[in-house]
């Protein structure tokens, strides 16, 4: 807990700060070790770069200052994102008399060194503009205020939904092609567990619902439900290889009723049930 103590060192004063610890529970995909927030925070000035044991995520949610590495330096602005490599040499703060707001979140794991690995997690990039930086600073401070997970089950569960938020944030927007737009924006909602019913997607695409139907149906080769089915199926599929949730977790989390609806569609695609599926690693 050094560096912790260390990046909070500045906190006499008008500054104000508040931090959750998570308990240490044993490792198997990933888990967050803290999250915290800093209002007015005017950052300490050390003679040697910093280094934490740890990944690390640093929103600015107000005021401005910069962000120094091995050899590189940028600005930093509301709205700008730190990313932090375990033992990786750095420094960021405001400028020596000012001070600034942020939010951040302490994490390490498998999961999220294989991410960085792949080029996820900002491939080479340490800052970043967030697209929506309020819905990432409101994640993590509902994520500071949550219970903390008493089970390696659900650790790995919160470990991934940071890690998926954060690739979302991380990653712009295209600007979509006038002709295809109402297609990309469709399957996106379609895809997206939160994305809305039928009728809601056929409204924000700017689309009768009928219309649409019969256009999605023409351009992609099925029906606009069978399209969501079948992208919640992948994401099931996914979730029993690569987590331990349980089938009946991964039902609700991928938009079905129950593990009973999930399993019967699972059959019918995959030809086996959950379980076997996850025992027998993925193949079928």
Known sequence: MFWLMNRLRATAGPTRSVVSVRPSI????????????????????????????????????????????????APLSAGSLVLVRPGEPHWYGPAAGASWDEVFCAFSGPVFDLAVRRGALGGANRVAAVADPARLAAYLERLRLAPPPTTSTAQDAEAL????LV??????TAPER?????????????????????TEIAAAVGLPYETWRRRFRDQVGV?????????RLRSSAALLTMTSLSVTEIAHRTGFVDDRHLSRHFIRAYGLTPGRFRSQGGSR
């Open 167 to 172: 690739e979302q944030a991380l990653t712009p």
């Open 223 to 231: 029906a606009p439900a069978r399209y969501r089915r079948e992208a």
């Open 178 to 198: 006038p002709a295809a737009g109402w297609l990309a924006r469709s399957m996106q909602l379609l895809a997206a567990d939160d994305g809305g019913g039928l």
């Open 26 to 73: 044993p490792v198997r995909l990933g888990r967050i070790e803290m999250t915290g927030r800093i209002e007015a925070g005017r950052g300490i000035h050390p003679r040697a770069p910093r280094r934490y044991p740890s990944h690390a995520i640093m929103l600015v949610t107000g005021g401005t200052g910069r962000y120094r590495g091995v050899d590189d330096t």
């Open 161 to 164: 939904d940071l890690l998926v």
